[in-house]
Each structure stands twice: as C-alpha cells, then as structure tokens.
C-alpha cells in the first residue's frame, strides 16, 4: 500500500506538517500545497525535519503554489519535486489512498 | 493635526492560504487616509507576504503584492521585519521587494521603508504603539 499525504499548512505556523512526517512509512509520498509550499525550502527552521524524512519519502511540491508565493525552485531542498496540476492528479491515482493533514 | 496616535499593524500570516495578509493591507489603506501615525510589523509567517517576484496566474487569486509598494505614497515608510523571523525562513532582505518612499523634507529623495529589526527592537516599537492592530 502506498499513501499520499497532503499537506496544507505553513510548518512554522501549524503542527501539520511534524504530525505528517511521523505518520508516514517508506515509499509514500507527502505533497506540499498552498502555504505548506515554503516547507519545501531549505535553509529553514523546518529543513531538518523534511529532509530527515526524506530519507524514507518522497516530497512533492504544487508548482502554481510556489510561483505565487515567488517562491524559485533553486530556493528548494534538493531532491524535492515540483509538479504541477496534472501531476498532482497523477499522484492521488498513482497512489492507493489519499490523507490530507489539515 | 490633533489626536495624532502611533498606529501599529502586526502581520503574522503567509499570503494566499488565508485572508488576513490582504485584510491587513485593505485596512492599512482605509486608515492611511485618517493621517495617523502608521507602522507596519511583518513577523513569523508574515515576513512572506513582502517576498518579491509573486506571480498568482496560476493559482487563480489576485496578486496584491504590487500594493505594498504603494504605502510610501500613503505616507506609510515605517515597514519593520524581523531579522529571527527572516532567519528562520531562510530569507534575506534580497528576497523581498524594494520598498521606497520619497522624502519631502529632504528634496524627495527616496528612502528605503524597509527596517530589519530583531524581536527585542520590535518588542519595542510594539510597546511604544498607542493602537496595535493584529492580522
């Protein structure tokens, strides 16, 4: 079974984010959309935390979302993917189920 | 003008996801035509709505970042971020917009209204304002 896990929220705003990360098992995925977009960046007081889970997960990144905060991919974690709307649909089929952390 | 008073908005909130960074803004510029004395804080996730380079195509909302850099025409050149919250963020002072306003005491020369401060500075000017107003 894989997961996708969205999330919504700023990290250093909410605990969404942290709640995610530790509810997630290898080989599932967590998208960052609206303002969960700037936990994509590194150099943050959040980097660690995604990129210690990275180690297990994959993290995505909506496009549109980052663009209108200007937010540039060069500011993101490295190995972070940006995808866009069609990419965002492509991976709530790809995977089994689908939670959103709100 | 009498019963001028140090107005104070404090801005905590990223934009887009949520209302209050363009509430703030819309009654910034209602309050603007009251000549008072206005300061802008833009702490924690309110340091992201004065990141340059927004484009909202996308996301179908309106870009209203383009309106911060009109407060200088309001009067309004007291614009303070804080240095922890930028930190934390990984930003710098290069990733958010220019803002100037021009000086009529001093030829019209512009002026940065951009101010880093660190929290205990803005502790500060919090405690100084005589109206604080929270979005």
């Known amino acids: 079974m894989s997961m996708l896990h969205i999330v919504n929220k700023s990290a250093l705003d909410r605990n969404s984010l942290e709640a995610c990360v530790n509810h997630t098992i290898k080989g599932a995925t967590i998208l960052m959309i609206e303002d969960a977009v700037y936990s994509a960046m590194k150099n943050t007081a959040s980097s660690s935390m995604v990129e210690g889970a990275m180690k297990d997960v994959s993290v995505a990144v909506l496009g549109p979302d980052l663009k209108a905060r200007g937010i540039s991919e060069e500011k993101l974690i490295d190995g972070v993917t940006v995808v866009d709307y069609a990419g965002f649909v492509e991976l709530t089929t790809k995977n089994d189920t689908v939670q959103s952390w709100l | ?135």
């Open chain 2, 1 to 135: 003008m009498a019963d001028v008073k140090k107005f104070l908005y404090v801005n905590r909130k990223a934009p887009y996801g949520t209302i209050y960074a363009w509430e703030s803004l819309e009654v910034v510029l209602i309050g603007a035509a009251f000549d008072q004395d206005v300061a802008l804080a833009f702490i924690d996730d309110g340091v992201y709505q004065l990141v340059k380079g927004q484009d909202t195509k996308e996301i179908g909302m309106k870009n209203f970042s383009p309106t911060y850099s009109a407060l200088g025409d309001y009067d309004i050149n007291k614009i303070y971020v804080e240095k922890e919250s930028l930190e934390a963020r990984g930003l710098t002072i290069d990733d958010l917009q220019h803002l100037v306003w021009e000086d009529e005491d001093d030829d019209w020369a512009e002026k940065d209204s951009i101010k880093i401060v660190t929290a205990s500075e803005m502790a500060e000017i919090m405690d100084q304002s005589e109206v604080v107003l929270s979005f």
